[in-house]
């Protein structure tokens, strides 16, 4: 089993859509969570983070974690073809330096 | 601010021969990570450095993979011999000191196919 599990995709939506993307993960030590957006041909970039439980919102973007499912989510509401990309989410321990922990990515499609 | 320079973008080679990569990351930044992203897959970290020093190598095939920061700043990874697994994007990142809430920004990577 892998530590962080993500589904794939590809998740295609119209614009002004909510887009919901999801992580599973079974490592209680992680406590930092991170979504990285990925641009094709692009490396990834920071979009959100978050510490331990709850909810962050940055705009359009909402990220929660629900530690005692250990499960995040990333919504991002009003979507823009702009946002078409691979979502990855990633995690990290306390502890554990600075080692991030990857999902596979999610590739979202938003279509005008 | 400048970003997380890489070279080159491209490379193809044959199996068994061998390459290297090359990263410049942020200036001012002690920490420095190489990751290797298979098609379909996220990033897995092959190796981190803290200035000149190895941090964590615990995933780097080191039979055939070698990686060096001599002077804390730019550093190169090479693969010697390549194999047809290898073919991936070799993704460079780095982050003002490693510690636990450090961002890591990422280069946009070098992508090799191993024919």
């Known amino acids: 089993q892998k530590e962080v599990e993500q589904d794939p995709g590809p998740l295609s939506v119209p614009e002004g859509a909510i887009v919901s993307l999801n992580c599973t993960y079974s490592?209680?030590?992680?406590?930092?969570f991170m979504w990285y957006r990925q641009y094709s041909r692009k490396g990834p970039e920071l979009l959100m983070y978050?510490?331990?439980?709850g909810n962050k919102e940055d705009g359009r973007f909402t990220a929660q974690v629900d530690k005692s499912s250990k499960y995040i989510s990333l919504f991002i509401r009003d979507s823009q073809p702009s946002d078409s990309a691979t979502y990855l989410c990633?995690?990290?321990?306390?502890?554990?330096?600075?080692?991030?922990?990857f999902g596979t990515g999610t590739q979202l499609k938003v279509e005008l | 601010e400048a970003g997380v320079a890489q070279s080159p973008r491209y490379k193809i080679i044959e199996k068994r021969q061998s390459v290297a990569f090359w990263c410049n990351p942020i200036?001012?930044?002690?920490?420095l990570y190489w990751y290797q992203q298979i098609l379909g897959q996220g990033p897995k970290l092959l190796i981190q450095?803290?200035?000149?020093?190895?941090?964590?190598d615990s995933q780097l095939p080191k039979d055939r993979f070698s990686a060096e920061r001599l002077k804390g700043v730019d550093s190169t990874l090479k693969i010697q011999p390549a194999k047809l697994e290898d073919s991936a994007v070799y993704l460079c990142?780095?982050?003002?000191?490693?510690?636990?809430?450090?961002?890591?920004?990422f280069g946009p990577g070098t992508r090799l196919t191993v024919l």
């Open positions: 490592n209680s030590a992680f406590q930092y």
């Open positions: 978050t510490y331990s439980s």
């Open positions: 450095f803290q200035n000149n020093g190895v941090v964590d």
């Open positions: 990633a995690m990290r321990s306390t502890g554990g330096g600075n080692k991030l922990t």
């Open positions: 200036s001012g930044h002690a920490t």
């Open positions: 990142a780095s982050s003002l000191i490693g510690g636990s809430t450090d961002t890591q920004y």
